[in-house]
C-alpha cells in the first residue's frame, strides 16, 4: 500500500542554518504531496502541497519540490528562525482523498 | 473564521472505562475526519463523515470505537471500553474543499 517515510528527528540546528528534512514515498500513480506542520499546543497546519511532479510548494520561506524520479518531496529552507521550531509532517493522498502521513520529524532551532 | 473546537484537550482514565470527545467543525463544512495519532507516529485516519454519512470507517476498531454525527455538524468519539494502547492524541478535521482544517486534538491517557 501507499506510504510515506520521514527522516527521524530531532533535528536541531542554530537559528539562520539550512534545513532539509527528507521525505520518500511509495505509490502507485501520482499522488498529491504535502508538508503539514505543528507548532505546540496547536492542531496540524498545511504548509505546501504539490500536486504533479516537479512541481515545486513553497509558503513561509520553505519550499520541496515533487521529484518522480527519486519519489521524494524534501522540505527546505535557506534560514531557519526559532517560531520554526515544530514537527512537520509529509503526507500523500492518492486519488480517494485519503491522507497518509509520515511519522514526523521534530525540529527545534536555538538563537 | 473559527477553527475546529475540540474538547476536552486532556483527559486521564483507567483502562476498561469509557471517555467521549466533542469536535465542532468550522462552519459550513460537509466533511469531517476524526485521527489517531499514536506517540512517534503519523495520524491515522479512524473515520470520515460526509454531512451526517460515513464515507470511510476502515479502520476504525468497531469493537471498542464509535462515532456519530448529528445532523451533520458536531460531532462524537467514544471508546468503551478503553484499553492501553489507545493512548494517544485525538484530532478532528473538516473541510469544504480538498484543504483539511485540524482542531488541537484531545491527549487521553490510558493508566
Known amino acids: 500500500g501507499d506510504s510515506v517515510t520521514q527522516m527521524e528527528g530531532p533535528v536541531t540546528l542554530s537559528e539562520e542554518a539550512f534545513l532539509t528534512i527528507n521525505c520518500t514515498y511509495t505509490a502507485t500513480g501520482y499522488p498529491s504531496l504535502f508538508w503539514y506542520v505543528q507548532y505546540p499546543g496547536e492542531g496540524l497546519q498545511l504548509l505546501l502541497k504539490?500536486?504533479?511532479?516537479?512541481d515545486k510548494g513553497s509558503n513561509k520561506g520553505f519550499e520541496a519540490t515533487y521529484r518522480k524520479e527519486t519519489t521524494s518531496f524534501h522540505l527546505e529552507k535557506g534560514s531557519v528562525q526559532v517560531s520554526d521550531s515544530a514537527v512537520y509532517f509529509c503526507a500523500l493522498s492518492h486519488n480517494t482523498d485519503k491522507l497518509i502521513f509520515g511519522t514526523g520529524t521534530r525540529l527545534q532551532v536555538f538563537p | 473564521e473559527a477553527g475546529v473546537a475540540q474538547s476536552p484537550r486532556y483527559k486521564i482514565i483507567e483502562k476498561r472505562q469509557s471517555v467521549a470527545f466533542w469536535c465542532n467543525p468550522i462552519s459550513g463544512h460537509a466533511t469531517l475526519y476524526w485521527y489517531q495519532q499514536i506517540l512517534g507516529q503519523g495520524p491515522k485516519l479512524l473515520i470520515q463523515f460526509q454531512n451526517n454519512g460515513v464515507v470511510d470507517d476502515s479502520q476504525l476498531p468497531k469493537d471498542r470505537f464509535s462515532a456519530e454525527r448529528l445532523k451533520g455538524v458536531d460531532s462524537t468519539l467514544k471508546i468503551q471500553p478503553a484499553k492501553l494502547e489507545d493512548s494517544a492524541v485525538y484530532l478532528c478535521?473538516?473541510?469544504?474543499?480538498?484543504?483539511?482544517?485540524f482542531g488541537p486534538g484531545t491527549r487521553l491517557t490510558v493508566t
Open positions: 504539490a500536486t504533479k511532479a516537479d
Open positions: 478535521a473538516s473541510s469544504l474543499g480538498p484543504r483539511r482544517h
